[in-house]
């Protein structure tokens, strides 16, 4: 049985696709990272693309040297007329802005449970292939939501690593390519 995609699935889907290191070994002490001032990131919730397609998105990320290596876990999915892209993951990475609230979380996929295509079948978006989102933390009690981006990969807006993301900080002007979270909430420390 052969199905017709619409348009907008398939705009959506070019939209949305615009480091792998090593995990350390020892298990991180969060609050004595905390203390070293070492920067976190973290939320859950769920967002809005476009104004249209819901998703839901879960991370915890803890830099654990000042060089911005960090640990987590992440997990982020989108539901594009009732087909799912989904991915679990590891963090490995976080740069954190914090004056602007903003944080950049990079890591590398360990679980793919997509069905929406390229999503569910490229190699690039495989377990073991580099992902990474950026979040806003507009603070407690604000008028302005929270915001957050799909998941990015390897070869999206120039960059080929996690690493390289987390190190770039890309950020375009007003929030560009990031959405409302319309539940839940980030925090970035």
């Not at 792998?20 to 769920?46: C, I, K, N, T, Y």
């Not at 950049?104 to 295509?117: A, I, Q, Y």
């Not at 604000?142 to 770039?168: H, I, K, M, N, V």
Request: aromatic share 8%; proline share 6%; charged share 20%.
């Amino acid at each position: 049985m052969s199905r017709s995609v619409s348009p907008i699935v398939l705009a959506a889907c070019a939209w949305l696709t615009a480091c792998e290191s090593p995990a350390p070994s020892e298990p991180v002490d969060v609050q004595l990272a905390h203390v070293r001032g070492l920067s976190q990131a973290s939320g859950g919730g769920q967002w809005l693309f476009s104004g249209v397609f819901p998703g839901k998105f879960s991370f915890t990320a803890q830099q654990i040297s000042a060089d911005g290596t960090a640990r987590g876990q992440l997990r982020s999915s989108l539901d594009v007329g009732g087909t799912l892209a989904e991915f679990h993951g590891e963090v490995t990475c976080l740069t954190v802005d914090l004056a602007e609230g903003r944080a950049w979380v990079g890591g590398v996929v360990t679980r793919n449970d997509s069905k929406l295509e390229p999503f569910a079948s490229e190699e690039r978006f495989q377990p073991g292939q580099d992902i990474w989102f950026r979040v806003l933390d507009s603070g407690e009690g604000q008028s302005e939501p929270d915001r957050t981006t799909f998941t990015g990969f390897s070869g999206d807006a120039g960059f080929a690593t996690s690493l390289d993301y987390c190190a770039g900080m890309p950020w375009p002007d007003d929030n560009e390519r990031t959405h409302p979270v319309t539940a839940g909430n980030i925090q970035v420390k």
